[in-house]
């Protein structure tokens, strides 16, 4: 993307972490035509939108991997920030830092992409980017609407052993469909005014707003399993 004095500067940060316990070496492994991480570059590349997209790591051979598959910037991430206790905020605020360094500008807006979510579609990032710079909000991120309702059948089990509905309102919901809308949060894009991030790290600020995705593209690589129905469902894409 090439950048005017009008236009707004966005970049994009990959956090990918070597030290995978569920589903080890998942970022690297081949999925289809190429690993896992190069669809997500390859997703940000196509919106045209980025002034750079970087990856952050703590492991030499997925930033190669990166690298060879036409990330931008390739950021070693400092090992207090890929301990398996360390949080993902830290993470992209210091890929944040590094990219306008080596850029030589301030963004106006970072959207964060999370590697292990290869089904979504170049088009869900730009919907979000176009969210952030039309409604001024300090943050978006994207979800699908969840299969289980907290308010109609979603349990909870307290200490004692006992089950109850996980959220319950003055008038008993009899319906699931007479229920306030929910949304499971699948990961796949947040997207942040750099100001809003910079002062006060976080996603819910009384301004954020969602960016609904349907479920077949909010998959997210969490165990073996998930492998095989990425994989299915890009190969039924690839046959229509």
């Known amino acids: 993307m090439t950048s005017t004095a009008s236009s707004p500067k966005f970049v994009c940060t990959i956090c990918a972490r070597g030290g995978s316990k569920g589903v080890p070496g998942k970022n690297i492994r081949m999925l289809i035509d190429k690993p896992l991480i190069a669809h997500t570059i390859a997703q940000a590349k196509a919106t ?6 970087a990856v952050s790591s703590d492991s030499p051979e997925i930033l190669e991997v990166a690298g060879k598959y036409g990330a931008d910037i390739l950021i070693r991430r400092p090992d207090e920030l890929a301990t398996d206790e360390s949080g993902k905020l830290p993470a992209i605020l210091h890929a ?3 990219v306008e360094r080596q850029l030589g500008f301030e963004a106006d807006y970072l959207i964060d992409l999370d590697a292990t979510s290869p089904l979504r579609f170049p088009e869900d990032i730009k919907a979000c980017a176009d969210i952030l710079t039309e409604t001024g909000c300090s943050c978006v991120l994207t979800g699908y609407p969840a299969h289980r309702s907290p308010y109609f059948n979603l349990l909870e089990r307290a200490k004692d052993g006992s089950i109850s509905l996980s959220k319950q309102l003055p ?17 796949s894009v947040y997207g942040w005014k750099r100001e809003a991030l910079k002062v006060d790290p976080g996603i819910f600020y009384p301004d954020t707003k969602l960016y609904v995705m349907p479920r077949d593209r909010s998959i997210d690589v969490d165990e073996e399993l998930d492998f095989d129905i990425i994989r299915m469902i890009m190969e039924r894409r690839a046959g229509n």
């Open 48 to 53: 045209g939108l980025f002034e750079a997209v």
């Open 96 to 98: 944040l830092g590094e």
């Open 171 to 187: 008038d008993p919901v009899l319906r699931r469909q007479d229920s306030p809308e929910c949304f499971d949060m699948n990961g």
